[in-house]
């Protein structure tokens, strides 16, 4: 089992910039960060594999950055650039094996609780 506890959501100027913290209990291969928007389904909008090779959504790309604090087990996501689309609640989740070629929920082992960010304009 791992625990997954994020945090450093809040409420952000349109064009600003927020960082999400994703503390683990143990490291996995793959770590992501997914989130749900106000009336919309969860998309997953960033990957990172153990070997650091990092993948982002369409939405979010050149934005958005994944990193990984091995020595911390801490995942972090940098939000740059935000727009009110880019609101809704973050997750993180983490699978075992290697991160898959796409984006999908089954695909993932293990979900933390989840912070909210709101993007004003």
């Known amino acids: 089992q791992v625990h997954l506890v994020e945090s450093g959501g809040g409420s952000v100027q349109a064009g600003g910039s927020v960082r999400l913290s994703c503390r683990y209990s143990?490291?996995?291969?793959?770590m992501q960060w997914w989130r749900q928007s106000p009336g919309k389904e969860r998309e997953g909008v960033a990957s990172i594999d153990i070997d650091g090779s990092a993948r982002y959504s369409d939405s979010v790309q050149g934005r958005f950055t994944i990193s990984r604090d091995t020595r911390g087990d801490i995942l972090y996501l940098q939000l740059n650039s935000l727009k009110p689309e880019d609101t809704g609640m973050y997750y993180c989740?983490?699978?075992?094996?290697?991160?898959?070629?796409?984006?999908?929920?089954?695909?993932?082992?293990?979900w933390g609780q989840g912070t909210q960010v709101i993007v004003v304009s």
């Open positions: 989740a983490a699978r075992e094996r290697s991160c898959p070629s796409r984006f999908g929920q089954s695909d993932l082992d293990y």
């Open positions: 143990r490291w996995t291969r793959c």
